[in-house]
């Protein structure tokens, strides 16, 4: 058993900047893949990056690619996004996950992972 949480959300102007932090319970953050989903009202939960156990291979999604970096410290466990040049439409209600799955093909799905965090807001204004 696995537990999340997230830290870090909140109100920014475009261009932005802001790190979110996702704290794991129990000594087997080290066996997860970790993902970051947004999500925001009436749409699904869409995969905004991933990372391997080790960290050695990251994911991006196509819209945050070059914006936004996915890194883990497997001492602290602890995983992060740190976002940068946030635009209006990274505005979204943020989460971590862990997963069990593999990493070939890439863990794209929300139905890939096995916990989940309660989510973090980002806001972000033009």
């Known amino acids: 058993q696995v537990q999340l949480v997230e830290s870090g959300g909140g109100s920014v102007q475009a261009g932005g900047s802001l790190r979110l932090s996702c704290a794991a319970s129990?000594?087997?953050?080290?066996?997860?893949?970790m993902g970051w989903f947004r999500q925001t009202p009436g749409k699904e939960r869409e995969i905004v990056a991933a990372?391997?156990?080790?960290?050695?291979?990251?994911y991006y999604a196509d819209s945050v690619k070059g914006r936004f970096t996915i890194s883990r410290d497997n001492a602290e466990n602890t995983a992060y996004l740190q976002m940068n040049s946030l635009k209006p439409e990274d505005t979204a209600l943020y989460y971590c996950?862990?997963?069990?799955?593999?990493?070939?093909?890439?863990?794209?799905?929300?139905?890939?992972?096995?916990?989940w965090g309660q989510g973090t807001q980002v806001t972000v204004s033009s």
């Open positions: 990372i391997t156990r080790s960290g050695s291979s990251t």
């Open positions: 129990g000594r087997t953050f080290r066996s997860y893949v």
């Open positions: 996950a862990a997963g069990s799955t593999a990493w070939v093909p890439r863990p794209l799905m929300p139905t890939q992972y096995d916990y």
